[in-house]
């Protein structure tokens, strides 16, 4: 029986086929979940968010995914890292430390840096580059969007609901911009890239990275919609006859740009370069 290849250490940035990539980032990239104490004594797990290793031991995501104020960090909050292979097998990696210790958050530039501890010398991390990414350059995403994530009676954690999902595209702008997402820390005049498909909820943090070498020159923020026009509409004969009493038939619709955005590595080169992470 032919063994599966498992890659360890530092991924290659050599050209190759986007699927051997993708095999390959599937072992650095995890989803960042929180086990919040109740009542009872147990825990209550979330599926927060993406991220990946930078080195064997270091991870990055961004503060939102940690600390947003809409979904804070509260005292006695535990994480771990927890990735999805193949449907089955899975890698837990416990965070001992927790915010202020082995979790350091920067909310100014929307990143954090994890030190895992738990993950061992072998560990598959991404090779960085700090360079931007030019314009209709060809790029991949990876992560655990829409996860969710729990544990049998026995302690066990079942993934099921953990999807490793990717996308590929293209650079369609790369820009400066004052960008407020309302969570208390708006970001000036910072260079972002842009792409045309849509990140969801669960992508940020996840590695933005060259389609053809692997490596990953920025991470996911989350995307903007501006409206763009609005027009009166009707609904549907057949949704009309039910719609509750006095409810109108007719709305206001509106248009939206949607475009899904990215913070470029090369802005935290100062903090991971603390960490011990070089090119």
């Known amino acids: 029986m032919t063994k599966s290849f498992v890659p360890t250490g530092k991924l290659s940035a050599k050209r190759r086929e986007f699927k051997s990539i993708i095999a390959d980032i599937r072992y650095a990239v995890f989803s960042v979940v929180r086990f919040r104490p109740d009542a009872s004594g147990k825990f209550q797990t979330t599926a927060l968010g993406s991220g990946f290793f930078v080195g064997p031991k270091i991870f990055v995501t961004c503060w939102h995914v940690i600390d947003d104020p809409r979904n804070a960090h509260q005292n006695g909050d535990k ?56 314009v209709g350059a060809e790029i991949g ?5 829409l996860a969710i994530f729990s544990v049998d009676a026995s302690g066990n954690a079942d993934v099921k609901g953990l999807v490793y999902r990717i996308a590929k595209g293209v650079a369609t702008a790369v820009y400066p911009i004052n960008l407020d997402c309302g969570d208390g820390h708006p970001l000036k005049d910072v ?29 996911v923020k989350g995307m903007q ?31 939206r740009a949607v475009y899904s955005i990215g913070l470029m590595l090369d802005r935290v080169r100062p903090e991971l370069e603390k960490f011990g992470v070089q090119l």
């Open 79 to 134: 994480y771990a890292l927890v990735n999805n292979l193949d449907g089955t097998h899975t890698i837990v990696y416990d965070i001992t430390g927790g915010v202020g210790t082995d979790i350091h958050l920067y909310p100014d530039l929307d990143f954090a840096i994890i030190v895992c501890h738990a993950a061992n010398a072998q560990q598959a991390y991404i090779p960085i580059g700090y360079a931007h990414a030019p």
């Open 141 to 145: 995403v990876a992560g655990y969007p």
């Open 191 to 219: 260079p972002v890239i842009e792409v045309n498909f849509f990140f969801v909820p669960g992508n940020s943090g996840g590695p933005i990275f060259d389609a053809e070498t692997g490596r990953a020159f920025a991470y």
């Open 225 to 255: 919609t501006p409206k763009i026009n609005e027009f009166l509409d009707t609904a549907a004969p057949v949704t009309q006859q039910q719609l509750p009493a006095g409810m109108s038939h007719q709305y206001i619709a509106g248009i």
